[in-house]
């Protein structure tokens, strides 16, 4: 849906406030996951400059901005998958449970455990069956965990994927259909059972009963684990968040956080005026 | 404009639609002229063919295939206009190219039957050529020694290019190591390598210096010269085309590169590697001078691929194919035949594997 048709409306706010989103004067809330200074270059082009954004345990974070303003790019320097692209570079830290993830002695592949991702594309591994596919992250890192029949049955349900599959578990991953397959990689993620999912545009391809399905997925998640969630949908970052970081980048520099905060204050009373044209509509 | 709602009364109407291909209706010009275009050429050609002395393969390549590059050029410019002309002779081309090249490969495989079938019976692939003379008889001796030789030699080559090729393809695409421009050179430099080159190389650097003696072992190190850089090269190509989705996939759930690479990028390129490891066998099975130089020869069964000099069906069909009996040149015949199964039968066991399912 194009942000151009976004109006919020009376009965869009009152969503957010029926959802519970943090209000002042409760206690701060415990922070999971925390950027600090975050720069980063692509060669010798800076795409992102001085992020800050610390993420509550167990909240939703939705990040929000135009395309090409490094929304992606830092959802990948959080799970350390930006460092696989030739000419990566990174300064500032990353804090996950006190300590930065890019110090020396951290193994990418830990915090690729703790930490999973959803992609833009859904990407289930084509030469496993579905079944296999939610299993592939326990056989992939090694880990042993009894009752595989139940993990199953328990991230398919969860990633709203149960009914549709349960009589064809060992069909090849590669005859669902594209919002199928992105449950799929989602019930695959949840597998592993990490504390943080970043979910990059995960319904950027889904019709809208899809869509739907993998939100109340992931407002059921928050319960549990964090969730950190790119979107160009200014209606599912209402429903689904709790705080909102809104990105900009102006033409040939690199991009930044103009504004961040719980959602309703995003959307329903910006500082910026950036911010208040673009969950408008009036621009990006 | 206003809306529209379906007209419910109508309904019967539609469903008594008949199916209909409207896409297949041609135009009577179009299938006049196209008509006139096929009959004309050829019946000018079969006039040349059968009341003229020139040579049949002149017939078709300098008068039949001009003339019906310009009766199709005709008729597309009669039914469908200028823009139709290069079609046509794009369409012309491709048909007769593709007819050539596939009467060929009949002819090829049909002068092979025809000759090799004379030898053909069951101890012919079962029995070996001990007490068997350039004139005896084709009721007796057979191939047996020779095929098995092959397998051997093949097999041995098998063990020693493809673990190498598939890694070192795994180490361009996967590892992407700083390396990588040279291996690649290498590889490439290699796929040039003459095979008498590779057999030179083995009957100089282990035969001649005694670290080996001439045997299926000395064989399938000169074929695996040739086979790896096939292996390296298809693999490489094939791994290339793995989308990178399925590597960040793997590696975001927590997986180490290896695990990525032997979990969910080699079983994804599964139907290719395997394509990867019968074109290296292709590549290799009928080399002759390889072995000439490195297995020796033998006319008994041998089963020491370490030591004993042995035989194969190209050393054997090299032995055979220039002697002065009839018997002799039928039997190499006979052995080119079983190569040519034989390859048939290795690709199709290959196609088998490579299909399987998913877990």
């Known amino acids: 849906m194009s942000t151009a048709e976004f109006e919020p409306s009376v009965e869009t706010l009152d969503r957010v406030e029926v959802l519970g989103s943090p209000t002042e004067g409760q206690p701060a809330p415990e922070i999971e996951l925390d950027a600090r200074d975050l720069s980063v270059w692509f060669g010798k082009r800076k795409v992102l400059e001085g992020v800050n954004i610390a993420f509550p345990k167990n909240s939703v974070t939705a990040l929000i901005g135009p395309s090409g303003c490094g929304k992606s790019t830092f959802i990948r320097t959080l799970n350390r998958l930006h460092e696989l692209i030739p000419g990566a570079a990174l300064a500032g830290e990353v804090l996950y449970e006190g300590s930065d993830i890019y110090s020396p002695e951290i193994d990418p592949t830990h915090i690729r455990l703790k930490i999973g991702m959803v992609f833009q594309k859904p990407n289930p591994f084509p030469s496993m069956s579905i079944r296999g596919n939610v299993l592939s ?50 019930a695959r993620a949840l597998a592993v059972q990490p504390h943080i999912l970043l979910m990059d545009e995960p319904c950027s391809a889904l019709d809208p009963a899809s869509t739907l399905k993998i939100e109340e997925t992931i407002r059921e998640l928050s319960k549990d684990i964090t969730i950190i969630i790119v979107t160009h949908n200014m209606q599912q970052a209402v429903r689904v968040s709790d705080y909102t970081a809104f990105f900009l980048a102006a033409e040939n520099e690199p991009g930044h956080v103009v504004e961040q905060g719980p959602t309703t204050e995003i959307f329903g009373n910006p500082r910026d005026q950036r911010t208040l044209d673009y969950v408008n509509g009036r621009f990006g | 404009m206003s809306t529209t709602v379906f007209e419910k009364d109508r309904l019967p109407e539609l469903q008594a639609q008949q199916r209909k291909r409207p896409w297949r209706k041609r135009p009577p010009v179009f299938t006049w002229s196209v008509a006139l275009a096929v009959v004309i050429p050829a019946a000018i050609a079969a006039v040349l063919l059968f009341s003229t002395s020139i040579p049949d393969p002149i017939v078709m390549v300098v008068f039949y295939m001009p003339l019906q590059l310009i009766a199709a050029g005709v008729a597309a410019l009669v039914s469908k206009g200028r823009h139709g002309v290069a079609d046509s002779a794009i369409y012309v081309l491709a048909i007769g190219g593709s007819i050539f090249s596939l009467v060929v490969l009949i002819s090829l495989i049909g002068t092979l039957f025809v000759n090799g079938l004379k030898a053909f019976s069951t101890q012919f692939l079962f029995q070996n050529n001990v007490y068997i003379n350039p004139t005896t008889s084709l009721d007796y001796g057979g191939v047996g020694h020779a095929i098995l030789g092959t397998l051997l030699v093949v097999l041995i080559s098998m063990v020693f290019a493809i673990p190498i090729g598939i890694a070192t393809a795994i180490y361009v695409t996967e590892v992407r190591g700083r390396a990588v421009p040279y291996v690649r050179f290498f590889v490439q430099a290699m796929s040039g390598v003459p095979s008498v080159v590779a057999g030179l190389f083995i009957l100089t650097v282990l035969i001649l210096s005694g670290a080996l003696s001439s045997s299926a072992l000395a064989g399938g190190l000169a074929y695996a010269i040739l086979m790896l850089p096939t292996v390296a090269r298809t693999a490489e190509e094939v791994l ?29 390129a599964k139907t290719g590697i395997i394509t990867a490891i019968v074109l290296g066998m292709a590549r290799v099975i009928g080399e002759t001078a390889p072995l000439l130089l490195v297995i020796g020869y033998s006319d008994s069964t041998e089963l020491n691929p370490f030591s004993s000099p042995i035989s194969s069906l190209p050393t054997y069909i090299f032995a055979n194919v220039d002697q002065p009996y009839p018997n002799a040149v039928t039997r190499a015949w006979g052995a080119a035949l079983v190569l040519i199964i034989l390859v048939g039968i290795l690709f199709v066991i290959a196609r088998i594997l490579g299909r399987g399912k998913v877990k």
Not at chain 1, 148 to 164: P, Q, R, S, Y
């Open chain 1, 137 to 186: 992250g326990l056989k992939l890192a090694g880990i042993k965990r009894p009752n595989h029949d139940d993990i199953v049955e328990e991230t398919l349900t969860a990633a709203g994927l149960w009914n549709e599959v349960k009589d064809r578990l060992g069909a090849t991953a590669g005859e669902l259909s594209g919002g199928q397959a992105q449950r799929l990689v989602i």
């Open chain 2, 240 to 268: 290339r085309l793995i989308p990178e989705d399925l590597r960040t996939g793997a590696l975001a759930l927590g997986s180490t590169r290896a695990r990525t690479v032997l979990r969910v990028v080699l079983p994804a």
